[in-house]
């Protein structure tokens, strides 16, 4: 019995650890006060905007630690937060409005390291200070949205194809879409079935009326949802630039929630005024034949409704609406000739292809631009959910002169609600409301404090623990006191290394947790050489059984940890995720130095040597 | 070398296991006790509503404060210290028709008119829908991890034992929830993840033991299952004492030095690692030797090859 490990072996624990602290090291360096440039829409960032800057900073005085362009962002790192503020203004007065500005610590890892892929831990909101959202898209009104764009269709398709129907209206069972005999009902759901096949169709004649129903299919309403999620994900990350903030995370959760994280911001009030600005803008037809006077007392045809206009008085409105918000790419406020203010609208390829459309067919008449807004009331319903009021508003209406294509004005505007509009239009419409839900906001102090006590359990903790190991198992102590630590480094180093992985209080709670753990292992072990010793084994003996017999206990030990840990990240949130990552690469990395690190020094030092007693 | 425990001596752990058991079952009731009459305290984080946490500048008269929060906003709310007498934590609840904004203003406001450089160090405010919402996932969660073992250790040793592991860890989570209930302590997240850890760890302990019945039952042609138990529990209880005491002292340190945020997470593994130990030889081994394992349901199975017990043919 000889306890020799290949070579491969010791070569294999050397790499790991290797990589391990190599991956730990960019933790070491701290970070750089940094500015952070990000262009919005129209604008980008370019070697020109950066020799730009680094010409502004240096005539103002400020020195530049480094600057680097990266993915069409710029990062200016300085020497203090003092130069930082500085610089910032520097930096937004000399850009103007198209670039988002923000201070940003960058971590301060040089650059050979980054090279091949070295970054610190992520730190959570709990440790940097910051503002966390959680957000709730109301679907019930992204629903209701697609089912008056599948009526307006509904009326478009029947009347193209001359299917003669008597009224079409919304009912809880779904869209019912009233003729006047049985058989045109058959053939509008036949006809109709080829043109919107995600919806389910069904005969609801009764009492001698005759009806057709069209309800959304089961899989039309879920990807309407999942739609609804992904479109406000958009674009509340780009109201979420326009707010200037470093690193923002905006992220689903689940099937109608989103995530917001805002790290540094303090300012809550400002941050929810624009996430929450629900605004979104329609196009629509005015219905010129409408007599204004019944207008104004509210009486108006089936297919028209009745709007206030921002200027005052009224506008009557069709229902049907050519073109909403969501395919608007850009928009700038510009000036006419006449110094007029206007906004100029860019649109996606589809948006330009249908307002071409619906253009060409209505030159000469008048057009109006409907502003809708939900507003969080301040109120709650008595389920705990937030009362939204509906602001809709008719902002302009000008008369089409010509075909528009991807590429146009809306004009009478003030200037300042030119600006306002363009920013609302540029940042994109939300499709559905969204209600925040939960908010927690960390002052940066508490977030230094909470890393500060983390640190301090830790190293409070380790150095009892590594104490009594050295005094209690000696020689063999001082190994799995070096396993111990090669182990925490790996844990640091994997956590690094790991896109996703965010270090958050818990987080440090779970390394701690993993300090006083992972000696198991090696007690396990020990205590089983010990064992075999008394029974009168030799030493080599001693030392292989030791490690054989306890191999099992420790795999089924760390096995059913492990799958707690798992549970605890898959329906944990935040903070509780956090804390199941680091138990989990820390099981990992327990198992692995605990068995084959100690090993492959326990062989190295006295393996295939006759020894009569052991330092144990 | 020096030892905390000769393993020499078999010493007779079972021969108190009928009293302590009932202590344990006495525990549990109990729990259950506190837990229908006083309930839990849930936290922020499961009934929702709005905490805000301030640092006063010096140390203030909660009474003084407490009668300053007469507005509409403000009423209702639980002020306690912690930490020191000048960080103090509000809770409020969720008011129907009141913005969550409003209350965290409303005490900023009273707390500004008290101390100009009191410095609001968090907000939190949670729907009460999530929080609802959580608190199903939260014991869903428990009672997954639970099932998983069980499965898992059934697959791996036999269902007697398995049954046992998953009394002793169904015993820890109900006592360590019970304790919650007593003091009053306020349940939130992180505890939930400290309960969850307790799992995790008891079972650490009472799979160490299994392993070593499991191996001398195999090992030990002589002896009752209880002389066997014992003498498990004896040779494993050197481990199980440097072990405990290792992670004791780190949670203790999480304990005294961790800060607030995460002193209910301590509580809940300081809690659970006393019990969670002893539960492994108390409920765990205990009720494997009542459900009456013996050395055969630990013998692995043999498979017997088809012909084996045919003389081989000649080539």
């Known amino acids: 019995m000889l306890n020799k490990y290949p070579m491969w072996k010791n070569l294999m624990v050397i790499i790991f650890i290797a990589v391990g602290c190599f991956y730990a090291m960019p933790n070491l360096f701290g970070e750089d006060h940094a500015v952070q440039v990000v262009a919005t829409r129209s604008a980008e960032v370019t070697v020109t905007t950066q020799s730009n800057i680094t010409a502004v900073l240096e005539s103002k005085g400020i020195a530049i630690k480094r600057s680097e362009l990266e993915n069409g962002q710029l990062l200016v790192r300085v020497s203090d937060p003092e130069q930082q503020l500085l610089a910032k203004e520097a930096i937004a007065e000399a850009l103007g409005n198209n670039y988002t500005v923000a201070l940003n610590l960058a971590p301060a890892t040089p650059e050979w390291l980054e090279a091949v892929g070295g970054s610190p831990m992520k730190l959570g909101l709990d440790l940097r200070g910051g503002v966390h959202f959680l957000m709730e898209v109301d679907m019930g009104e992204a629903l209701r949205k697609m089912e008056e764009a599948k009526i307006a269709d509904f009326r478009s398709q029947l009347r193209e194809e001359k299917i003669r129907y008597a009224g079409i209206r919304k009912t809880p069972k779904g869209i019912e879409i009233k003729f006047r005999d049985a058989e045109t009902v058959g053939v509008a759901e036949r006809f109709l079935k080829t043109k919107s096949n995600d919806m389910v169709y069904s005969d609801g004649s009764r009492d001698g009326n005759f009806f057709l129903v069209a309800d959304m299919s089961d899989a039309y309403i879920k990807q309407v949802k999942e739609e609804a999620l992904q479109q406000n994900i958009t674009t509340i990350r780009n109201r979420v630039n326009e707010l200037g903030v470093a690193e923002p995370v905006v992220q689903r959760q689940g099937a109608e929630r989103i995530i917001v994280e805002l790290p540094g911001v303090q300012d809550t009030a400002r941050a929810k005024e624009i996430l929450g600005a629900t605004a979104s803008i329609e196009f629509r037809m005015v219905d010129d034949k409408a007599d204004p006077a019944a207008a104004a007392s509210g009486r108006v045809s089936a297919a028209s409704e009745v709007y206030p206009r921002r200027d005052g008085g009224i506008a009557v409105l069709r229902k049907e609406v050519m073109l909403t918000g969501d395919h608007i790419t850009g928009a700038q406020p510009t000036f006419d000739e006449y110094s007029r203010p206007q906004v100029a609208i860019n649109l996606d390829a589809k948006g330009g292809n249908i307002f071409s459309n619906v253009t060409k067919d209505n030159i000469g008449k008048p057009m109006a631009t409907l502003f809708i807004e939900y507003k969080d009331s301040g109120l709650r319903n008595p389920d705990g959910t937030v009362k939204m009021t509906k602001i809709e508003e008719v902002i302009s209406v000008a008369t089409i002169q010509a075909r528009l294509g991807r590429n146009f004005v809306i004009t009478g505007l003030e200037h300042k609600e030119a600006q306002s509009l363009a920013l609302l239009l540029r940042a994109g419409a939300l499709i559905a409301p969204v209600t925040i839900v939960e908010e927690r906001t960390i002052g940066p102090s508490l977030g230094a404090e909470n890393i500060q006590n983390g640190m301090q359990a830790m190293i409070f903790g380790l150095a009892i623990v590594l104490i009594f190991m050295l005094v209690y198992y000696r020689a063999f102590g001082f190994i799995a006191n070096l396993a111990l630590l090669a182990n925490l480094v790996m844990v640091v180093g994997v956590m690094s290394m790991i896109p996703g992985a965010v270090l958050t209080l818990p987080g440090i709670a779970g390394m701690v947790l993993t300090v006083g753990m992972a000696v198991d292992g090696n007690v396990l072990i020990y205590e089983r050489i010990r064992e075999e010793l008394l029974a009168g084994r030799s030493v080599q003996q001693a030392i292989h059984e030791g490690y054989a017999n306890a191999f099992s206990t420790i795999a089924d030990a760390n096995i059913t940890t492990f799958m707690t840990a798992l549970i605890l990240f898959a329906v944990g949130t935040g903070a509780v995720k956090g804390f199941a990552v680091t138990l989990m690469i820390g099981i990992a990395t327990s198992m692995f130095t605990a068995i084959v690190g100690t090993r492959s020094i326990v062989n190295a030092l006295w393996g295939g040597k006759r020894l009569k007693t052991l330092s144990i | ?315």
């Not at chain 2, 592991?165 to 939930?192: K, P």
């Open chain 2, 1 to 315: 070398m020096f030892q905390l425990f000769s393993v020499n001596n078999t010493v007779n752990f079972l021969r108190h296991a009928a009293p302590i058991s009932i202590i344990s079952m006495l525990l549990v009731i109990a729990s259950f006790v506190s837990l229908g009459t006083k309930g839990i305290n849930w936290g922020l984080d499961f009934t929702g509503g709005t905490v805000v946490e301030v640092e006063f500048s010096n140390p203030v008269d909660l009474n003084v404060l407490r009668g300053k929060l007469t507005s509409v906003e403000t009423e209702g709310a639980v002020v306690q210290n912690f930490g020191s007498s000048r960080d103090v934590l509000f809770r409020l609840p969720v008011r129907e028709n009141i913005k969550s904004d409003l209350q965290a203003i409303g005490i900023m406001k009273v707390v500004n008119s008290m101390d100009d450089n009191a410095i609001q160090k968090r907000v939190e405010f949670v729907g009460p829908q999530v929080g609802k919402q959580l608190a199903e996932q939260g014991g869903l969660a428990v009672i997954v991890a639970l099932i998983c073992i069980l499965i898992y250790v059934s697959f791996r040793f036999e269902w007697r034992l398995a049954a046992g592991s998953v009394a002793a860890l169904a015993h820890d989570v109900i006592v360590t929830l019970g304790v919650f209930s007593i003091l009053q302590l306020e349940f939130d997240l992180t505890v939930l993840a400290g309960l969850l850890t307790v799992v995790g760890y008891s079972l650490n302990d009472t799979i160490v033991v299994y392993d070593r019945i499991r191996e001398n039952f195999l090992k030990m042609r002589k002896g009752t299952p209880e002389e066997i138990v014992n003498q498990s529990i004896t040779q494993t209880m050197s481990r199980t004492v440097i072990t405990t005491g290792t992670t004791l002292i780190v949670v203790i340190a999480l304990f005294l030095k961790g800060g607030t945020m995460i002193h209910g997470f301590a509580t809940a593994l300081l809690c659970g690692i006393f019990v969670g130990t002893y539960s492994s030889i108390y409920v765990a081994s205990y009720l494997a030797i009542k459900l009456g394992i013996n050395r055969e349901h630990m013998m692995p199975v043999e498979i017997e090859k088809e012909g084996a017990d045919q003389p081989p043919m000649m080539p």
